[in-house]
């Protein structure tokens, strides 16, 4: 009878030590998402605010060649500040996700986050996303290695998917598709186990902290029809085809891209792709009258969605700006890919929309960003709320899952990182492979 009573009071003390530590782990999440927000606001009102607001008001040719100058400055602060540090961020989430030997450490992350500056600020074709990815996931990771008793028997990487969900709920004002992306990313095909609480708390408190500095309007405040029929359910899935096998391209030049980043000659390279960025502005200068090749992309979108534009020019357009961002990443440039493929979605649902001669193209704006974006980086439930939370209106929820899977099956085992992993791959196995 003693053993018996031993035995329980052992087995309660050890679910009280457990609750003790599962109440901790989620302050510690909620710490790091709010720590991530405030960084992310901070990085937006220096770049965005500060930054990219005065290079558009510049004259054309400075702003042609300023992402060149900014490229190459991004690539002597990493030279100098740590020589291993690469221009990845949200594929160094990745890494460090599926390999527990890749730490997150904070000199490069230094490295990185001047670069971020220097690329993004001078106006190169990328997004503050994936530094702000990487930030987040960075926080956690260094946090989560001080309390090792807290995480006694938890996931190693609690605290550091939990940044990542911070930083893009932050970054997007989107707290569902931050928690959802952060766990869906790391895999082709499923999602990341036993770590949605803590997410889904890093999320709101990262969300809460950026929106107090920078207020809570929608990313994209689409105007126009949200009714849908079942005949525009079938059209969505038409158009997740088109836009799959679009991102499926992308994807491919980006991965060439990043290739060509890893050679030997930088210099040369990082020459290579300013002339590039360089020559696409002035193209699309040439063919619009607006800097639609500079900057993450938001203002291509807006332009996408208004009325008059001839199916060969928006055509012109999204291969003009997959160039352009394509040239970033090969001369190191550090920043996302995440916008450049909403900006991909949203061209490609407009051409569609145009081609078909409809009035109100704003369905075919808002599916094809489901459809782009979660076929390139294979997220189709994130890229579904995305859509919904960005813009205001879940009625996209719908056609938005018909074209996210259509999109997804079209990409078969392509994705714009190489770092992610079918879900059943064992640990062992992708520690080799990384």
Request: proline residues 5%; hydrophobic residues 55%.
């Amino acid at each position: 009878m003693r053993t018996v009573s031993a035995a329980l009071s052992a087995r309660r003390n050890e679910l009280k030590a457990m609750a003790t530590r599962s109440h901790q782990v989620v302050t510690l999440a909620a710490c790091t998402g709010a720590a991530t927000g405030l960084f992310v606001a901070g990085m937006e009102w220096l770049l965005v605010d500060g930054m990219i607001d005065h290079v558009l008001r510049l004259r054309p040719w400075l702003i042609a060649i300023l992402p060149g100058i900014g490229l190459f400055v991004a690539l002597l602060l990493r030279r100098s500040i740590d020589p291993q540090a690469t221009s990845a961020t949200a594929d160094e989430y990745l890494h460090a996700f599926h390999d527990a030997h890749h730490e997150l450490r904070w000199r490069p992350f230094v490295a990185r986050t001047l670069a971020t500056v220097a690329t993004i600020g001078s106006g190169a074709p990328m997004g503050l996303e994936g530094p702000s990815l990487y930030s987040g996931a960075t926080f956690g990771d260094r946090l989560q290695r001080q309390f090792p008793k807290t995480f006694q028997g938890s996931d190693r990487r609690v605290l550091m998917v939990s940044g990542a969900a911070a930083a893009v709920a932050a970054i997007f004002k989107a707290p569902a598709t931050g928690a959802v992306f952060a766990l869906e990313v790391p895999y082709h095909d499923d999602l990341a186990r036993r770590m949605l609480l803590p997410a889904l708390v890093a999320a709101g408190t990262g969300y809460l902290a950026f929106v107090a500095v920078n207020g809570t309007e929608a990313l994209f405040p689409i105007t126009g029809s949200v009714d849908f029929t079942i005949r525009d359910v079938l059209g969505a899935a038409g158009i997740g085809v088109v836009a799959g096998l679009g991102a499926r391209a992308f994807a491919k030049l980006l991965r060439i891209a990043k290739h060509i980043a890893t050679f030997r000659q930088p210099i040369l390279i990082v020459a290579a792709a300013g002339s590039t960025i360089a020559g696409t502005y002035a193209l699309g200068r040439l063919l619009t009258g607006e800097s639609l090749m500079v900057t993450s992309g938001f203002n291509v979108v807006v332009w996408a969605a208004a009325p008059g534009h001839s199916v060969p020019l928006l055509l012109a357009i999204l291969v003009l700006r997959s160039l352009a961002t394509s040239a970033a990443v090969a001369g190191g440039g550090v920043g996302g890919v995440f916008i450049p493929l909403v900006v991909g979605g949203a061209l490609t649902g407009a051409i569609i929309g145009n081609a078909v001669q409809r009035a109100d193209i704003t369905m075919f704006i808002v599916v094809g960003v489901a459809a782009f974006l979660g076929a390139g980086y294979r997220v189709p439930l994130a890229a579904v709320m995305f859509v919904a939370e960005t813009t205001g209106r879940p009625s996209f929820i719908v056609p938005g899952l018909f074209a996210a899977v259509a999109a997804e099956l079209m990409m078969g085992t392509s994705s714009v990182t190489k770092y992610q992993q079918p879900a059943n791959t064992p640990i062992e196995y992708r520690s080799a492979q990384l």
